[in-house]
């Protein structure tokens, strides 16, 4: 399946882009993740936009990103 099949199926009612603003693709890129084809932007309706996980390995990256914010603290 490609992104936009992907998005589809795991954000079926939300409005989604496949495109990735660059600044995110190269600061995960520093971090050693290339992300294109495992998330795309989602606008989720009266929230902030952000970047969601479409596929195992996407989720895999998230979460060690999101670890990684809680050891800075």
Sequence with gaps: MNTSELAKEWYPSLTFDCALPQTWVD???ERG???RGNFVTLYP???????APV???GVRM???V???RGEKK
């Design 66 to 68: 999101a670890s990684q």
């Design 55 to 57: 596929t195992k390995e």
């Design 27 to 29: 600061e995960m890129a």
């Design 62 to 64: 998230a979460a060690i």
């Design 33 to 35: 993740f290339d992300v």
């Design 45 to 51: 309706e009266n929230e902030s936009v952000y970047m």
